[in-house]
């Protein structure tokens, strides 16, 4: 089966420009994250979408970042406007179960954003 | 809440030696444990999980990980490293039946040859 697919790779952008990445999961997985992965720390997530309903975003900067899931499908992620410190790695992952049964994510390769 | 703990940031071992990395979680409920492992420049992936059963569970590149429940660890060992071994290796932990799962700090693995 195909893989996460994620969009860009990398991108370098300057502070207060705005940014957007884009996610497909592996086909048929109800279960779509977004993590940040700053350098030198565990990945931390930002939302969680079950289908086209969020589940989870208590950790995301809702000032500044916001994440769609129209379909049930592909996402994306925005920030406007980027900080410093949003440079990272934006990892998304998707899990096919729903309910109680869990068996772990699927990463894509992650987008590299540098703010300058 | 859950939390996991790695103690270890990097972790030098010589080629063909043993090595163990090292992870505490912290839960209230019955958890599920996972170990991913991320090679430079690339995404994470899962290098084995416990969801229930047998608490020895193993990865097919010879990594293997105990469930310690009395502990609360989930330590990663591989009896003889290889240099495609050297990476990054996160613990995370699963709780509640909520599906998101904590990641920990991650410990660098140098394998010298």
């Known amino acids: 089966e195909a893989g996460v697919a994620q969009s860009p790779r990398y991108k370098i952008i300057e502070k207060r420009q705005s940014v957007a990445f884009w996610c497909n999961p592996i086909s048929g997985h109800a279960t779509l994250y977004w993590y940040q992965q700053i350098l030198g720390q565990g990945p931390k997530l930002l939302i969680q979408f079950q289908n086209n309903g969020v589940v989870d975003d208590s950790q995301l900067p809702k000032d500044r970042f916001s994440a769609e899931r129209l379909k049930g499908v592909d996402s994306t992620l925005k920030i406007q406007p980027a900080k410093l410190e949003d440079s990272a790695v934006y990892l998304c992952?998707?899990?096919?179960?729903?309910?109680?049964?869990?068996?772990?994510?699927?990463f894509g390769s992650g987008t590299r954003l540098t703010v300058v | 809440a859950q939390s996991v703990t790695q103690l270890d940031s990097q972790v030098p071992v010589f080629e063909e030696a043993p090595v163990e990395l090292r992870c505490n979680y912290s839960?209230?409920?019955?958890?599920?444990l996972f170990w991913y492992v991320q090679y430079p420049n690339q995404g994470l992936q899962l290098l084995l999980k416990?969801?229930?059963?047998?608490?020895l569970v193993e990865s097919i590149n010879g990594f293997e990980a105990e469930f310690n429940k009395s502990q609360t660890s989930f330590h990663l060992r591989k009896p003889s490293v290889h240099i495609s071994d050297t990476a990054e290796y996160f613990c995370a932990v699963s709780s509640g039946g909520y599906q998101k799962v904590t990641f920990g700090t991650g410990t660098k693995l140098q394998v010298i040859p």
């Open positions: 992952a998707s899990s096919p179960g729903t309910g109680k049964m869990f068996f772990g994510y699927t």
């Open positions: 839960s209230s409920v019955s958890v599920y």
């Open positions: 416990y969801l229930s059963g047998s608490t």
